[in-house]
């Protein structure tokens, strides 16, 4: 089945730096792939939607500046995180939409960023 | 705007029971709903997905169904084992858009 590899999986860094998460699509194309958040204890909260070769597209209240958003080939979207602060810290997963019919989705297997 | 709830936000049973996890969302215009299963600190592993125009759909000793008109979906586990301990998603799509809004999640403890 389909595969959306995502890197790296536990990321420490100190405040003020960046960090760049990686999700591949393994054994399908990923025209489209969706970057989550996830606080403890909550929902995952769609932060943006990129789209290979386009400028991604950003949910309300999520800072396109602060979460640069890259989806430069089929297989790969890359979400950096810039300049962390602690408030950054939280889980952070994508999901490409499964080709074929039907209509599911395929998730990475999360990133669990803190920023110290 | 589109809101999904899941009750219990956790449940804890003894091996073998049979259970049912529980998801309501506010716009019955949706175009898909999927249950999730997530391991702590892992990502998602798509369980089932139900079409707005299906009633239910099985795999194993799982069960979804779904009742469009009043919104509600409910996950049936049959005889459950410790391997099911991890936290159930419930995740709509609305018609025209590929973005998933998910409930919180109910945190499922099978005791042995």
């Known amino acids: 089945g389909a595969v959306v590899s995502q890197h790296p999986s536990r990321v420490i860094c100190k405040s003020g730096t960046s960090v760049k998460i990686e999700c591949r699509s393994l054994?399908?194309?990923?025209?489209?792939m969706f970057w989550y958040r996830q606080f403890p204890k909550q929902s995952l909260m769609l932060m943006a939607t990129?789209?290979?070769?386009?400028?991604?597209?950003?949910e309300q209240g999520v800072e396109k500046d602060k979460f640069l958003i890259n989806h430069a080939s089929l297989t790969l979207s890359t979400l950096t995180v810039t300049s962390a602060h602690p408030e950054d810290s939280s889980f952070y997963i994508c999901?490409?939409?499964?080709?074929?019919?039907?209509?599911?989705?395929?998730f990475g297997s999360g990133t669990r960023l803190t920023v110290v | 705007k589109q809101e999904v709830t899941q009750i219990p936000a956790a449940l804890s049973v003894p091996e073998g029971e049979n259970l049912v996890l529980n998801c309501s969302f506010t716009d019955s215009a949706i175009y898909n709903l999927q249950w999730f299963r997530q391991d702590p600190g892992k990502g998602l592993t798509s369980l089932l997905l139900?079409?707005?125009?299906?009633r239910e759909q099985t795999s194993g000793r799982l069960n979804a169904s779904l009742d469009k008109s009043s919104g509600r979906s409910t996950l049936y586990i049959a005889a459950s084992q410790p391997g099911d301990s991890a936290t159930y998603l419930c995740?709509?799509?609305?018609?025209?858009?590929?973005?998933?809004?998910f409930g919180k999640g109910t945190k499922l403890t099978v005791n042995p």
């Open positions: 054994d399908f194309q990923a025209t489209t």
């Open positions: 995740a709509v799509t609305q018609g025209g858009s590929e973005k998933l809004v």
């Open positions: 999901s490409a939409p499964n080709t074929g019919s039907d209509h599911g989705y395929t």
């Open positions: 139900i079409q707005s125009s299906q």
């Open positions: 990129s789209n290979e070769g386009s400028k991604a597209t950003y």
